[in-house]
Nanobody, 125 residues
């Protein structure tokens, strides 16, 4: 059974950093495309970062380029979202997601079939 469990959210002041974790079970993160989504209060869910199954090719939304990175730790079967220089507009729920139907970069086309429950990030000015 596939499961994604996020952790690491919290409250931080603008300019600070947080690292979100997404512990995966039921599949191997090194084999599949994965991503992170952000849902601001009262808004829809938007993709902020994704990483190809090869662990090399990544995608970042313009709003987070140069501030966020999406590393994977294959030994721990965990995906991370390293968030630096946080801004108040980064506030919201963050969700981890994966596409496990095939390896490669399918999630770059918006394909995901498993989601975590989310973790809350609050950035104060």
């Amino acid at each position: 059974q596939v499961q994604l469990v996020e952790s690491g959210g919290g409250s931080v002041q603008a300019g600070g950093s947080l690292r979100l974790s997404c512990a995966a079970s039921g599949f191997t993160v090194s084999n599949y495309c994965m991503g992170w989504f952000h849902q601001a209060p009262g808004k829809g869910r938007e993709g902020v970062a994704a990483i190809h199954s090869n662990g090399v090719i990544s995608y970042y939304a313009d709003s987070v380029k140069g501030r966020f990175t999406i590393p994977k730790d294959n030994a721990k079967n965990t995906l991370y979202l390293q968030m630096n220089s946080l801004k108040p507009e980064d506030t919201g729920m963050y969700y981890c997601a994966a596409y496990t139907e095939s390896s490669g970069g399918a999630c770059f086309r918006g394909l995901y079939n498993h989601w975590g429950q989310g973790t809350q990030v609050t950035v104060s000015s």
